[in-house]
């Protein structure tokens, strides 16, 4: 049952990501919005949602490891998105013809990632204060991302072509009826919680049968469902030569959940991270300072995005060689 239950769960992520990644084009088309502004918040606010459905039912179940698993949750999107994120979008260029280097805005590249470690590093380090002044830092957090979302909006850059007809309308001619995006958009946004939840409760039972750790167990698993939105989201992108949509979806996804998730677990958990907490959030950091580096002139080499996976799989290697 649980092999049913995950396989459907694959295969609605599959659907639904195609569904919104062509209506949230559409959507940024008709805003008039560039790639930059699509990428990083039209596209990243939605697919964050199995991840933030996650978090808060967790939280809301006040079962046993409960706060654990939240608190896992939210190093474990960010730390799984910068790493096997990236390393996705990459492999997803390497497959395409001709030239094998992603290209992207380097202003928005900067801005994204300069951002998520800012929000991420303040998150991380507010573990060693007291709860009421990780609330305020709680509160900075969500102001970051009103300051990033309307650096974002004055960015974006010029809007580009039309994008592939909008499934939902694909018998007229013209751009669809913007009632016609909305419905799609919001058919795979609910598609999208629902199948996230039913692969993240098939990977739990499956995972805590080997007696795993609440929070390890969070970090390294949970995201593997709730992040496959962002990922097969910037896949379909990159291999549409839409690279600009596909790395502002991983890096504004990856602000999101430093800013946002962010604010949950640094206010409304214990926010105690352990050290395999703090190893991962470790991995996180370094991982994004690398592929600010890398992109900081806006171009990298798909083989140089590769090497993005390896903090997460030496992470999961030392972590299953310990239990």
């Given amino acids: 049952m649980t092999a049913v239950t995950l ?22 088309h008709l805003l008039r919005l560039g790639s930059g502004a699509t990428g990083s918040l039209l596209a990243a606010l939605g697919t964050a949602l199995p991840e933030t459905v996650v978090v808060v039912v967790a939280l809301l179940s006040s079962g046993p490891g409960s706060t654990e698993v939240a608190t896992g949750a939210v190093l474990g999107s960010s730390f799984l998105l910068v790493t096997l994120g990236a390393a ?75 994008p592939e007809p909008l499934h939902l309308a694909r018998w007229r001619a013209g751009p669809p009826p913007p009632a016609a995006v909305g419905l799609q958009l919001l058919l ?23 007696g795993a750790d609440p929070l390890v167990l ?9 992040e496959l939105p962002e990922t097969l989201n910037s896949v379909l992108w990159t291999l549409g030569r839409r690279d ?59 083989g140089w995005l590769l090497i993005a996976a390896l903090p997460w799989a030496g992470y999961a290697v030392a972590e299953l060689a310990v239990r």
């Fill in 7 to 28: 396989g459907g769960g694959l295969l609605l992520i599959l659907i639904a990501s195609e569904l919104f990644t062509n209506a949230v084009e559409w959507l940024g």
């Fill in 88 to 162: 996705a979008t990459g492999a997803a260029v390497l497959t395409r013809s001709g030239a094998r280097t992603l290209r992207v805005d380097p202003g928005h590249a900067r801005r994204d990632l300069g951002v998520f470690l800012v929000a991420f590093a303040v998150a991380v380090g507010s573990t060693v204060l007291a709860r009421p002044q990780r609330v305020v830092v709680a509160v900075l957090l969500l102001l970051i991302y009103a300051a990033y979302a309307r650096a974002t909006l004055r960015g974006g850059g010029e809007a580009g072509e039309a």
């Fill in 218 to 226: 969070a970090v390294l698993v949970v995201p593997l469902a709730t």
């Fill in 244 to 302: 600009s949509l596909a790395f502002g979806n991983v890096a504004g996804a990856t602000v999101f959940q430093a800013c946002v998730l962010g604010f949950i677990g640094v206010a409304f958990t214990p926010w105690q991270l352990g050290t395999a907490g703090l190893a991962s959030a470790a991995c996180a950091f370094v991982t994004g300072v690398y592929l600010l580096g890398l992109l900081r002139r806006g171009r990298a080499h798909a």
């Fill in 188 to 210: 795979s946004v609910g598609l999208l919680v629902v199948a996230s939840i039913l692969f993240v409760g098939a990977v739990e039972e499956g995972a805590r049968s080997l």
